[in-house]
């Protein structure tokens, strides 16, 4: 009779065993679309078609289906039940953050399909093990006070996206703070950075699953005054913050500026190498685009010249340096290029051409991406299965120093360095050293036309509001923008045209809380921050099991 009862209650809880995990699948799909949204305005039906334009981050949306995972963990029976949530929300939000892998790897890479669809799934599901175990941990200390359990939740999912962001080389693209560059959180990067504004965002989500669980469960609401009080002295300080944001944000001195060019080939990804084809139109194009720019400063991007210096027809450099390296010359220009030898190795590298200066500036890429630009151990099998030239390029050095041009300083970062915010304020020790102007040479080609542009432009724009400098982007297909050092898109070129982008970039000095204390300590502070949320978490857990035995005894 028991067996039998208890084999009805495992059937009826089946079902919503399923309901369940197609809810984190959803939820988890729902985070990725608040960090780009995949549909056009216009385009689709009902709610698909209002939420926003294409690109575009939803800052609320990242907070609702976040607090989703959280109501479903509150809700979990075990804390391995928890994590097998979590997993299932990281793994989709991932999946379809960074789906665009795809792209790379089979349409410009030659791997099969399967093994394709294989490789992003697996590294969605990999990274979302640190979601899984985020939630176990939550679960376990989740009989905390709720103003303290919400605290936990943000410190655990931060504790999260720090480890994504470092191990293995790290790999943040999609981190939950990026759907904030917009929205009332936008005012926090200047002095906490996209993680500690991820944070927030985190608290939130959980304050409110922690309300409406409360309410659900008929659970006294009297219970939740703490974390009301908390909600309202935190709304206080972000309400502080956001009325003197203008007046910070103006303090540093505004330099004089300069005009700019910035280059945007539109080189399809398939012909980029190729000698009898997008060789020819990129050796071509780019040469005549820097011979007739007038601007200040010229930017061509990742790669715009594709082929080794020994490798280019004889005299091209020369050719496409001249109008820049004449002593009589007023323009300057940062061009994409590979250097290296078989012998030494190659780097992916930004040369800057100068009046009245033979000597190049040079800044090579220091953080590489794994596969495309060397091959992490034992994955070498994995590599040869691809069709990517130069997969294995040298690391530059860390905080290489800017180029000094018209009263600026410039700083270059190639393709997706710009997602690593700490080892840009290594740049930032002093003021009066600092870049004044952040910039970007990317190839988002690999990725097709796809969010990755809008993704990698949210990107560039947080960097902006955490260090309060102009971004200019050049790229191959898009995006291609102006960004102020308020993190707004001045002026943009539509992707996948072949045009160039004219406009002004005024850099600025100071420096932001955000890069005197990571420049300093790096992300120890928020990663210390969050361990002693979970410790008094776990204390006040430990004390309540003591509190509980010692009245049964």
């Known amino acids: 009779m028991t067996t039998t009862a208890s084999t009805v209650q495992t059937a009826a809880a089946r079902p919503k065993c399923w309901m369940s995990w197609l809810l984190m699948l959803i939820a988890g799909g729902l985070q990725a679309f608040s960090l780009a949204w995949p549909w056009a305005r216009g385009q689709g039906d009902g709610w698909l078609s209002l939420a926003g334009g294409y690109g575009r981050p939803l800052w609320w949306l990242q907070i609702l289906s976040l607090a989703v995972l959280v109501h479903a963990l509150l809700a979990a029976r075990t804390a391995a039940q928890a994590a097998g949530r979590a997993w299932l929300f990281g793994t989709a939000w991932l999946a379809a953050t960074f789906w665009w892998l795809f792209i790379s790897m089979h349409t410009y890479g030659g791997l099969a399909a399967p093994l394709a669809v294989a490789a992003v799934l697996a590294l969605a599901g990999f990274l979302g093990g640190y979601y899984a175990v985020a939630a176990w941990c939550f679960k376990r200390l989740a009989k905390a006070p709720d103003a303290l359990s919400a605290l936990v939740f943000a410190a655990l ?60 469960t008929r659970s006294a609401l009297l219970k939740f005054k703490p974390a009301l009080a908390s909600a309202v002295a935190l709304g206080l300080v972000w309400g502080g913050l956001w009325w003197s944001r203008d007046a910070a944000i103006e303090a540093p001195g505004q330099l004089p500026g300069m005009s700019v060019e910035l280059l945007q080939g539109n080189i399809p990804q398939d012909e980029k190498f190729e000698m009898g084809s997008g060789v020819v139109v990129a050796l071509r194009w780019y040469a005549q685009q820097l011979h007739d720019a007038r601007a200040q400063l010229v930017v061509a991007p990742e790669t715009a010249i594709p082929l080794l210096p020994q490798q280019l027809p004889e005299g091209y450099l020369d050719f496409v340096r001249a109008p820049f390296v004449a002593k009589e010359s007023s323009r300057a220009a940062l061009v994409g290029l590979p250097l290296g030898n078989w012998d030494k190795g190659f780097t992916n ?30 994955f070498r099998w994995f590599t040869e299965l691809m069709n990517i030239p130069l997969g294995d390029f040298n690391r530059g050095a860390l905080g290489q120093p800017s180029m000094s041009w018209a009263g600026e300083r410039l700083s270059p970062n190639i393709c997706y360095e710009d997602l690593f915010g700490e080892e840009l304020a290594a740049h930032f020790g002093n003021a009066a050293t600092a870049p004044t102007v952040l910039v970007n040479l990317s190839n988002i080609g690999w990725f097709g036309d796809s969010v990755a542009i809008d993704q990698h432009l949210s990107i560039s724009r947080m960097r902006a509001l955490e260090f309060e400098r102009p971004m200019l982007r050049a790229t191959n297909t898009g995006a291609t923008v102006v960004i ?43 990663t210390l921050l969050c361990l002693v949320f979970c410790a008094l978490a776990w204390i006040s857990l430990r004390k309540t099991e003591e509190g509980v035995v010692s009245r049964t005894e």
Do not use: N
């Not at 898109?489 to 970039?505: C, D, M, S, T, W």
């Open 157 to 216: 999912w931060t504790l999260a996206e720090l480890a994504r962001g470092w191990l293995w080389t790290g790999f943040p693209w999609g981190a939950g703070g990026y759907a904030h560059v917009e929205g009332p959180l936008a005012v926090l990067p200047r002095w906490i950075g996209v993680y500690g504004t991820g944070f927030v965002a985190a608290w939130a989500a959980a304050w409110l699953a922690l309300l409406v669980w409360r309410m659900q």
């Open 349 to 378: 590298t930004v040369e800057g051409w100068l009046p009245g200066q033979t000597q190049a500036y040079q800044y090579d890429k220091h953080h590489l991406v794994p596969f495309g630009e060397f091959i992490p151990p034992m």
């Open 484 to 526: 102020d050092h308020k993190g707004q898109v001045v002026k943009a070129l539509a992707p996948f045209e072949r045009a160039v982008l004219q406009g002004r970039v005024q850099g600025r000095d100071g420096l932001t809380p955000y890069a005197r204390w990571v420049h300093a300590l790096g992300l120890l502070p928020l």
